[in-house]
């Protein structure tokens, strides 16, 4: 049997104009600003006003097991899962982060869902969608093009080009940029320094986006980014370059979330997209508290596994935005499981029952570090094709052994009809459980408390060991002041170690922190576990080999 791939039943779609979107959750048409017939931001008063209507919906994360190369489909069921409610006639809407053009030319091929479980226009979300990727990317590297020609004219503020720590972004995985140097070629073009790039997904300019409030404290949050140290080993911030007000500048429209629809015609904010494994991997905290104020459940997604992005929405996303979700529904897949429970990729067809088992240990670890946090958890288990039916009724038997709610979804291949019996346990779950959500860490504790803590409760972990460098820079953060903010941790998505060869649930093992950087003006320090890169860099065969467009316009291969 052939299947159509996302993009051409993305294509196929019946998409209502975004006005008449807008209208169904309230919103006229002098509450957008269109892109086009079918995307649209919000303006920030019909933000202002929805934020304080009153009006208090219902938080629910949708997270995930460890990633494998045998897919989990977390964004896949988070559309679903909303097109299910909606099925039922519930009053919803979905937060969804915006994709990179990095997986979408190197690995993925895309990230607006997939299936019968899509958010649309599926070529122009995963592409330059309207253009805040490319905002962030300008904003950011303004401020590297006005530390360097600081350096250039004089040095006024007396800055010690080594330990500028303020790099450059680009919103593609390009390995050849991870370590550069600059200002080559002679006096006239600048003063040669080591550096590096980033993509624009895990940079500082991303996170404030997706934390701040508005656009005074947008600005305010930029002012406070160090971008390296003087002589006399003071920090060196934006404001003292005088960047942040141009910055602000171009990001005044990236700030404002974006609506589209599912398939489904179900709306959903898509607004802001930093990676889980190196960023804190949420959408905007404007985005969510707007969709709170419009819909009666709000489904939102975190990205890569329960011990990424479920642990960063929670210890940070929350956190800062005093959210308190109400509920969670982890993703799992029989084909994910028995790669966790030692299944290789090309077996994973053949049913494997005792693998599934073994590999179950990844889900409850999740479930553990879900409950952890105080908030209700069940399980969406994602059904494909080849999962027979012993598979599927085995991990529905563990998870009910282990007192968790568990439903099949089957909204890849079936839409929001796929979605119900999701959708009826996600109101069950709702309406039965309360959510008496609390914060991992106090945040003033010491940066190696809190990261022990972190390590050890969801990773797993015997305990943390640090590098000379990340030592010395904990050091030099501390005595700055910087020490009572929360942690992100950086580190491989595809195991609950820093090591991704580990799969499953490993045990004995401790994480390495190789390096810690201050990102002052999102909040939070990023720290830096085992060799994860913050430049991705492009497989054999980028998936950008095989996406093509046609005399017509018509685009074919992104995923």
Not at 111 to 125: E, L
């Amino acid at each position: 049997m052939g299947y159509k791939s996302d993009i051409e039943i993305a294509q196929e779609a019946v998409m209502e104009p975004i006005v008449d979107v807008a209208k169904s959750i309230g919103l006229s048409e002098d509450d957008l600003e269109l892109f086009g017939k079918y995307k649209a931001k919000i303006s920030m008063e019909a933000v202002n006003r929805l934020q304080n209507s009153g009006k208090k919906g219902k938080l629910v994360l949708v997270t995930a097991v460890s990633p494998t190369p045998a897919g989990e489909g977390k964004t896949t069921t988070s559309v679903g899962l909303a097109d299910g409610l909606a099925k039922i006639n519930k009053n919803v809407m979905a937060c969804l982060r915006e994709p990179s053009l990095g997986p979408s030319f190197g690995v993925k091929g895309g990230a607006a869902g997939g299936g019968y479980a899509q958010i649309v226009p599926m070529d122009d979300i995963n592409l330059h969608f309207t253009g805040d990727l490319h905002a962030i990317t300008y904003a950011h590297n303004l401020l590297s093009a006005m530390i360097d020609n600081s350096l250039q004219q004089g040095n006024l503020l007396n800055i010690d080009p080594r330990t500028v720590v303020f790099r450059r972004v680009i919103d593609l995985n390009d390995r050849a940029l991870r370590n550069t140097i600059i200002g080559l070629g002679g006096r006239a073009n600048g003063v040669p320094r080591e550096t590096g790039f980033d993509i624009t997904v895990a940079s500082e300019i991303m996170a404030i986006l997706c934390l701040t409030d508005d656009l005074m404290d947008m600005k305010k949050r930029f002012s406070e980014i160090v971008i390296g140290y003087n002589y006399d080993r003071e920090p060196v911030t934006a404001a003292d370059i005088g960047a942040q007000g141009a910055m602000t500048v171009l990001m005044k429209d990236a700030i404002k979330p974006n609506l589209v629809q599912t398939l489904e015609n179900t709306p959903a904010f898509v607004h802001g997209g930093p990676f889980a494994n190196i960023a804190h991997g949420c959408n905007s905290v404007n985005a969510t508290k707007t969709a709170l104020g419009i819909a009666d459940y709000v489904i939102t997604e975190a990205g890569f596994g329960a011990d990424l992005g479920a642990e960063k929405f929670f210890n940070l996303k929350c956190r800062f935005a005093d959210l308190k979700p109400d509920g969670a529904v982890i993703v799992a897949t029989v084909r994910a499981l028995k790669m966790h429970g030692g299944v290789a990729k090309a077996d994973l067809e053949r049913e494997d029952l005792e693998a599934l088992k073994a590999g179950y240990a990844n889900l409850a670890k999740h479930i553990e570090n879900v409950k952890k946090f105080g908030v209700p958890v069940m399980v969406a288990v994602n059904a494909f094709p080849t999962d027979s039916d012993d598979e599927l009724n085995l991990l529905k038997k563990l998870c009910s052994d282990a007192g968790v709610k568990v439903a099949l979804s089957e909204v890849w291949a079936k839409g929001g009809e796929g979605g119900i019996e999701l959708a009826e346990a996600v109101v069950d779950m709702l309406d039965t459980t309360t959510s008496n959500f609390k914060v991992l860490y106090d945040e003033k504790l010491p940066i190696k408390e809190k990261l022990d803590i972190v390590a050890r409760e969801i990773y797993g972990a015997d305990g943390v060991d640090y590098t000379a460098d990340a030592e010395r820079m904990i050091k030099t953060y501390t005595e700055l002041g910087y020490a009572d903010i929360p942690v992100c941790v950086a580190k491989t998505q595809y195991s609950l170690s820093d090591d991704q060869t580990k799969l499953g649930r490993p045990e004995n093992f401790r994480i390495t922190i190789r390096e810690v950087r201050l990102s002052a003006g999102a909040g939070f320090l990023v720290c830096i576990a085992g060799a994860v890169m913050t430049m991705p860099g492009l497989p054999k065969v980028p998936a950008a080999c095989k996406i093509d467009i046609d005399e017509n316009g018509v685009i074919t291969g992104l995923f």
